[in-house]
């Protein structure tokens, strides 16, 4: 069964103060890994899309790595602004079709 | 460009009842895709479309159902609501299918 496990459920960081956030997953048939932001009452924002091992993409930041197994989303420096959910999703291909698998998050607090 | 829309943005309804939702793809995308989110759960696949045909469909009872208008703009119905079925329910749009879904702001149904 397709599964993605996200840790730390939640984050409080001080702001300044890196950290990283952990997606492992057990898939078949992976197409792509994504990375989305969640604000409260709103729809899930796109961040980042890795595709193989050793890829990294970059945003302001924010930066997304991919092994074999896991992903990191690495929070350099954080700003307030930066507390959301932040959530893990892999995309199956199931017979020519797609599926984004989620995590269940991991919520990030960051106080000023 | 206008974004995924998705309306109403939220809904009251007792249960036994049946409510329609939907939503506006971003222009030039086919594939439209539904997830249900709860606080338990978190986000579930519950099916995709693509050019009016259903590709691809999660594990939910058949009481959740679909359907996508040559303009690519998809409806998704739950007849006979429970309780449980409470929920954010999230569409996501992209190209094609395998390609970066965008997620709407999601319709907050609550089934009294």
């Known amino acids: 069964e397709d599964q993605v496990t996200q840790s730390p459920e939640a984050l409080r960081l001080q702001e300044g103060e890196s950290s990283s956030l952990n997606c492992s997953y057990t898939?078949?048939?992976?197409?792509?890994l994504f990375w989305y932001r969640q604000d409260p009452g709103k729809g899930p924002e796109f961040l980042f899309t890795?595709?193989?091992a050793g890829e990294e993409k970059e945003k302001e930041r924010l930066k997304a790595t991919l092994t074999k197994k896991e992903s990191f989303l690495h929070i350099t420096a954080p700003k307030p602004e930066d507390s959301a959910t932040y959530l893990c999703a892999v995309q199956v291909e199931d017979q020519g079709a797609q599926k984004l698998v989620f995590g269940q998050g991991t919520r990030l607090t960051i106080n000023p | 460009k206008a974004g995924v829309t998705q309306t109403p943005r939220y809904l009251i309804k007792t249960r036994g009842q049946q409510v329609t939702l939907s939503c506006s793809p971003i222009s030039g995308h086919r594939s439209v895709s539904w997830y249900q989110q709860t606080p338990g759960q978190g986000l579930q696949f519950l099916f995709e479309y693509f050019s009016e045909t259903q590709r691809n469909k999660g594990n939910f009872p058949g009481r959740f159902s679909g359907r996508q208008f040559s303009n690519s703009r998809s409806e998704m119905n739950v007849s006979t609501l429970e309780l449980g079925d409470s929920a954010l329910y999230l569409c996501?749009?992209?190209?094609?299918?395998?390609?970066?879904?965008?997620f709407g702001a999601g319709t907050r149904l609550s089934v009294l």
């Open positions: 898939v078949s048939g992976l197409r792509g």
């Open positions: 890795l595709y193989s």
């Open positions: 996501a749009s992209s190209l094609g299918t395998l390609n970066i879904q965008y």
